[in-house]
């Protein structure tokens, strides 16, 4: 009997180590934040195959692919039905070539193809979920040849949100093909403080509306504009790092706001780690925000190795000043006009001591100088002298400092 029981227990021991080394996401993906597109903010259900390959012409052509963008990211409403067997399929009149040959032709740009699900029965968009097929739909994803996963949240009552994304994490693994998985759970159930080794990365608010500083209701829920998003970014910044990221929700740079909040808005983005996902027309955007897109020295403070979401030293007045820590010694420091008026702002290098104890890093001008770049203006200069600049309204000034040789 004790024979027996000692048996029991070592095959249940056994199990439940597979299961915990079987319960794993991808950890070579997402070691800094996805860069890619986004279908749903500019074109929402009116998507079809053209799109995604004129799409993925447009990220080589205008230079994002260079500037490190690679994810081709189709949304809600790709759907047909569910075959016989239960398979997904593609809605044969918008995708009549099927996603393997959408795949084929994304990776022949050298770039990945996402594709969006829901853990419900329904999508957002009304068209199948996920539930009870996750498996299967994950099977099916990898023999498409798709890169990255997309997760949505409606129609989940009753669903537990950690079992609920872990069970589609482990489709994903079973499958056999890495694929970034995305959670898009809007920070409902707190998802920073259980996702981390579920996905790579979570929402932490409600969709992204088209604007500056607003809240758009919808009863039970609401958007909200580039300022809300930041503001709730608050006491969030220790959850984040290389392959778990909070997300701020895709760009809307390009999609109507001035170009002085494009510009502040992808700063933003940048400097708090969230993914840089666009949402808009890659095909017809214009030159600023094509440039903006494409402006290298920022996406590089938001792929800077150490990973170090930035964090906020001055607030509660018309310009706002962030700080992150960047491998090599360097920092990133942006200061943010959110008020309605130009501001000016004069920031003494020397007089503050910013004490980063999350990555135990200490900005001290006063005993180490910086070079600083302008990343927008590429102007240059140190920090012996005071930063004492008029910010116009809603826009925005980053620097990279670089220690004094």
């Known amino acids: 009997m004790k024979k027996s029981l000692s048996l029991l227990l070592t095959l249940c021991a056994s199990l439940l180590l597979a299961s915990q080394v079987h319960a794993q996401k991808f950890d070579e993906l997402g070691k800094t934040p996805q860069m890619g597109w986004n279908s749903w903010n500019k074109f929402g259900c009116n998507i079809n195959e053209q799109l995604i390959r004129e799409t993925a012409d447009a990220m080589v052509k205008t230079g994002m692919k260079e500037a490190g963008y ?3 990211n189709i949304d809600d409403c790709w759907h047909g039905e569910r075959d016989a067997l239960g398979n997904p399929q593609p809605n044969a009149e918008r995708f009549p070539s099927g996603m393997k040959a959408l ?45 990255y996963v997309k997760y949505d949240w409606c129609n989940a009552k009753g669903l537990n949100p950690e079992g609920a994304y872990s069970t589609m994490r482990d489709a994903i693994k079973a499958s056999g093909r890495p694929m970034l998985f995305s959670m898009c759970e809007w920070g409902d159930n707190k998802p920073w403080e ?22 758009f209701g919808h009863g039970s829920w609401s958007s909200w504009g580039v300022l809300r998003i930041l503001d709730k970014q608050s006491g969030l910044r220790k959850y984040s790092g290389p392959g778990h990221w909070n997300d701020m929700d895709m760009l809307e740079v390009g999609n109507g706001l001035t170009e002085a909040e494009d510009r502040s808005h992808f700063s933003i983005w940048a400097i708090m780690d969230s993914p840089l996902i666009s949402g808009n027309d890659l095909r017809k955007m214009t030159e600023s925000a094509r440039k903006i897109l494409t402006n290298k020295d920022v996406i590089a403070i938001n792929q800077d190795s150490l990973g170090v979401q930035a964090l906020r030293v001055m607030g509660g007045g018309k310009v706002e000043v962030y700080v992150k820590p960047l491998a090599n010694d360097e920092w990133a420091v942006m200061f943010l006009n959110r008020a309605d008026e130009a501001s000016r702002f004069e ?59």
């Open 194 to 215: 259980w996702a981390g080794n579920i996905s790579h990365s979570w929402r932490t608010t409600g969709d992204i509306y088209l604007c500056w500083d607003c809240e």
């Open 103 to 147: 795949a084929d032709y994304v990776h022949s740009k050298g770039l990945k193809l996402g594709i969006y699900s829901d853990v419900g029965d329904k999508t957002c968009g009304g068209h199948f979920g996920s539930r009870g097929h996750e498996y299967q739909d994950a099977k099916t994803y990898a023999d498409w040849g798709i890169d």
């Open 70 to 72: 690679q994810y081709v």
């Open 347 to 405: 920031f003494k290098w020397a007089d503050h001591y910013i004490n980063d104890d999350l990555s135990s890093r200490v900005l001290e001008a006063s005993k180490t100088q910086y070079t600083w770049l302008d990343l927008w203006s590429k102007a240059k200069g140190t920090t012996a002298q005071n930063f004492n600049q008029v910010i116009p309204a809603h826009d925005v000034v980053i620097y990279r400092l670089t220690p004094k040789k």
